[in-house]
């Protein structure tokens, strides 16, 4: 890793399970905008989601460190122990705690386009910069919704995002791996139970997740 200010990605989300795609975008990040590695924020509950069907914690971030071996990426379940659920709060406790990395927030244009929906979601535009993977059929939701509407003016090339003061978009070309949790867990309802007896460590904290 460079030396200094770390630029590291952040990717929310279930990982109910992880998987390839996962990997996939994170790694395009990596590579499109100069980063240090990508840190998986798997979210204790994610209040957009439903909890039925949800696997216990440590399965998912079981999963999730299986699909990003080898990577640059960590796995984290660090909103457990900062108390937050939602992702501005998540995001402001991280950049108290970690005032050395440069974070840049990933997401898919699915969820560009309903952006506007979370909680404060103009002070995650504020708190870093975010870069949006394109993908098919949500490109004119994303583009035509109120969110893009008030960060067009801030789009900059996705190789000056990591460095780019926030609010920065950078707005990334993408052919997504069609593979989907929901899928993943239609074809293996039990996906889980090989996670059973797992004890992941958290890749940012260190500590133990039982």
């Not at 590291?8 to 998987?19: E, I, Q």
């Amino acid at each position: 890793m460079r030396q200094g200010r770390a630029a590291t990605g952040l990717l929310g989300g279930s990982f109910n399970p992880a998987h390839r795609a996962h990997r996939r975008i994170s790694l395009a990040a990596i590579d499109a905008l100069a980063l240090d590695e990508v840190w998986w924020l798997v979210s204790p509950g994610n209040p957009l989601k439903p909890a039925a069907g949800m696997a216990p914690l440590k399965a998912r971030v079981a999963s999730a460190r299986a699909a990003a071996r080898r990577a640059p990426i960590r796995v984290t379940a660090i909103e457990r122990q900062l108390g937050t659920r939602f992702t501005v709060d998540t995001l402001r406790a991280l950049t108290r705690r970690y005032p050395r990395r440069r974070f840049v927030w990933i997401m898919g244009a699915d969820n560009l386009a309903q952006f506007h929906r979370w909680r404060h979601w103009r002070e995650i535009a504020r708190t870093m910069p975010i870069v949006v993977f394109a993908r098919p059929g949500y490109g004119a939701a994303a583009f035509e919704g109120p969110a893009m509407a008030w960060l067009r003016r801030d789009r900059v090339p996705a190789h000056r995002l990591a460095a780019a003061p926030a609010p920065a978009l950078a707005w990334i070309a993408f052919d997504p791996d069609t593979i989907s949790a929901s899928a993943i867990r239609q074809a293996d309802p039990a996906w889980a139970d090989r996670y059973a007896s797992a004890r992941p460590r958290d890749g940012v904290t260190g500590r133990l997740i039982g």
